[in-house]
């Protein structure tokens, strides 16, 4: 599919006559930082010592889940368990000490690249993440500096993480723009979702082992294969703001 498609086909989705961004809603994991592979080893380890069997596949489909929902969840599934909030939450600090052990995860290759080119167009960046992951949150500044700013939204600030369009929308209200006006930066299923959802221009990277067809499948407007082919197509993406 090439942009000019893409770009028609939200229009009509979105009862618009023009693509006008003028924000961009940015996912953490997988878009930040390449950070799937110790969060799905640290969620494999603690399941399983907890007498739930489950495989990394399973948490980068559940990717943009908050964390205790991503508890509850497996162990309703897996355990017939269920976990109160409190309980989810102590559950996540272990979850999050297994993963912190595992060493600091790189950022993204050429993600800041992206984050800045949208700078210099005036276009505000704001974190939607359904992470709770205190030891990733804290870098993003040091990491993406002057990007974010007070523009964040983590699975503390939400009820309902993604799929549900609230991260999304919560999003687009401290962007202080419309959804059409906003793109999503994503990676993973539910975040697209989530993002279609909340009614935004919504791209996906592939950035880890979910397929390009898996994100058009959830609802991708546009999908690229790394961080380099978004930069490069920003120009057919923004036309408007040119």
Known sequence: MTEQNAITNYLKYAGIKELNIKA???DCDGVLFDSMKNHS???VKLMTKNGIKCTRDEFYAMEGMVGTEVIKTKFKTGAGKIITDDEALALYGVKGRYFRELGEVPVIEGTIDVLNALKERGINSVLVTGSQQASLIERIDKDYPGIFED???????VRRGKPNPEPYLKGIGKAGVKASECIVIENAPLGVQAGHAAGCFTVAVTTGPISEKELYKAGADM???NMAALLAALPALLEAKD
Do not use: F, M
Request: no cysteine; proline share 6%; aromatic share 12%.
């Open 223 to 225: 999908v690229y294969p």
């Open 41 to 43: 080893r640290a969620w």
């Open 151 to 157: 523009r964040k939204v983590t699975g503390h600030d």
């Open 24 to 26: 961009a809603l940015v």
